[in-house]
């Protein structure tokens, strides 16, 4: 109900919000006084306020400034996999232990990590600001921290199955949390409560809820995070071990729509989703999921959308994949449906049965790994050139990840999803020349802004590569001491 109250003559209308609504500190500065309105206007004097969108008459900007790497060179897949793609006769040592791994929620009988482990979220953030760009008061950090019920890790500890896509929250909410929306880097898009994404029809263990059973806390094979409770089911031993002795149908198409017989529409395919097959007919692959009832679904796709099992690194499929990963939008965290710089390179790789961690960080140190310690631009192209193998390398730099993709009119190109590039003014004031997509670039991307920032170039950011088709030369070498050490 909302209620009408004078203050001095200031008229306020209260009315409830909900419960999940981060509370907005109390303001210290003195309230502005309220313009009066011109009664002969028509509008409000702000019109954001509560008119139609249609409403508003607006011109809104269109294509931005142009950035000489993505003009100059072919944002296609085609040319950079034609010439430096290599088409594998046999699988790779990786690619055989891939479903061990997509697997491994479902052979977890208590919870993977520590209580204190995943709980680090709780103390981590005290503070920050809301969607309304207001701070949020400490009271609505202490009801996240009760709602969590940590109390209760691991009680529930079962098998389960996702119904839908969905985001992986730091905390059981939706609502999201920014540093400083006024700074660079701080507010949008980067929701400090996004940790990651689930794909639809994907195996994940279930720790507990939330007090209220709205939200459940699980594990994927690469991360872990609050779920809607209604985007999930729990499944028995036996539709587990149905579902894994099953051939595997791995997606290559972004957005197709998954049917089925009664219903029609289900979900979109997604890559990095990985099915397991019912039959082949005509030009189908037909596919078992798993409904809210625990009971088995069988949807149709499209041959064109999919293959099965893990494929050898090809050029074909490379070509397929990458271009539908360059249709892609920057989403931090998988927000929106969309990737960001990890995820990209991680489902990318999904179709070729490649296992690789979901953070940029925990990617840069899988496989081969070759430091770029004390090393100048040029050593590093150098090294890039010489030891990087196209497809199969990662350029790691704080926060980032690029996949390298070989030479190309004499430029070391790589594939990325990015959100901007960083710019510093005459004034000294930090900003973003927003990119905002997946792009392939050199790595000085953005060099030929007015604004530049040149300290805080890819290239000389950037700390290590690593060949993640390749095994760890430390490893090898263990390997294979072991191997000499065998009595005949």
Same mark, same amino acid.
Request: glycine share 12%; hydrophobic share 35%.
């Given at each position: 109900m909302n209620t009408t109250v004078w203050m001095g003559g200031l008229l306020l209308v209260l009315g409830g919000c909900s419960t999940h609504t981060p509370i907005a500190a109390p303001s210290s500065k003195p309230l502005k006084v309220i313009p009066k309105l011109d009664t002969n206007q028509s509008q409000l004097a702000d019109p954001f306020c509560c008119m139609l969108p249609q409403d508003l008459e607006l011109k809104l900007p269109e294509y931005g400034p142009k950035v000489n790497d993505l003009e100059r060179f072919e944002q296609s897949m085609i040319p950079y996999v034609e010439r430096n793609g290599i088409d594998r006769e046999n699988l790779l040592d990786i690619q055989t232990t891939f479903e061990g791994r997509y697997f491994s929620p479902w052979n977890y009988t208590a919870p993977p990590q520590k209580v204190?482990?995943?709980?680090?979220? +709780? =103390?981590? !953030?005290? &503070? &920050? !600001?809301?969607?309304? +760009? =207001?701070?949020?008061?400490?009271?609505?950090?202490?009801?996240i921290k009760n709602s969590s019920n940590f109390e209760a890790y691991g009680s529930q500890s079962q098998k389960a199955i996702t119904l839908k896509r969905m985001d992986m929250r730091a905390f059981p909410t939706d609502k999201p949390l920014y540093k400083d929306p006024s700074l660079p880097g701080e507010g949008y898009p980067f929701d400090l409560l996004q940790n990651s994404s689930v794909n639809y029809n994907e195996p994940i263990f279930v720790s507990h809820r939330s007090k209220d059973g709205a939200w459940s806390y699980i594990f994927t094979n690469n991360a872990s995070g609050w779920v809607p409770s209604d985007g999930i089911t729990l499944i028995d031993d036996s539709m587990a071990l149905s579902i894994q002795k099953s051939e595997k149908v791995f997606i290559i198409e972004d957005n197709v729509a998954l049917t089925d017989s009664v219903k029609g529409f289900v979900a979109y395919s997604r890559i990095g989703m990985v099915l397991p097959l019912e039959r082949i007919e005509g030009e189908y692959y037909y596919v078992k999921t798993v409904d809210s009832n625990n009971t088995l679904k069988i949807l149709s796709i499209p041959k064109h959308s999919a293959h099965i099992g893990a494929s050898r690194l090809n050029k074909k499929d490379m070509i397929a994949i990458g271009t539908e990963m360059l249709k892609n939008t920057y989403g931090w965290g998988g927000m929106y449906g969309e990737r960001d710089c990890s995820s990209m390179i991680r489902d990318m790789m999904t179709p070729f049965g490649i296992w690789l961690p979901r953070n940029s960080s925990s990617q840069s140190k899988k496989g081969e790994v070759i430091s770029f310690t004390g090393l100048s631009d040029d050593e590093k192209l150098s090294l890039i050139q010489e030891k990087g193998v196209p497809f199969e390398t990662i350029i790691y730099l704080k926060g980032h990840v690029l996949l390298y993709v070989g030479s190309y009119q004499e430029s070391i190109m790589v594939m990325h999803n990015i959100w901007g590039i960083r710019t510093l003014d005459k004034q000294g004031n930090k &900003? =973003?020349? $927003? $990119?905002g997509k997946a792009v392939i670039s050199t790595l000085e991307l953005g060099a030929d802004l007015e604004n530049y920032d040149p300290e805080m170039k890819l290239l000389t950011r950037v700390e290590s590569m690593n060949i993640f088709t390749k095994t760890p030369l430390s490893l090898a070498r263990e390997n294979k001491s072991k191997i000499k050490k065998k009595p005949l």
């Open positions: 204190q482990e995943v709980t680090w979220p +709780l =103390r981590a !953030y005290k &503070g &920050g !600001y809301g969607s309304n +760009l =207001r701070p949020v008061a400490p009271v609505w950090f202490e009801s &900003g =973003r020349h $927003i $990119i």
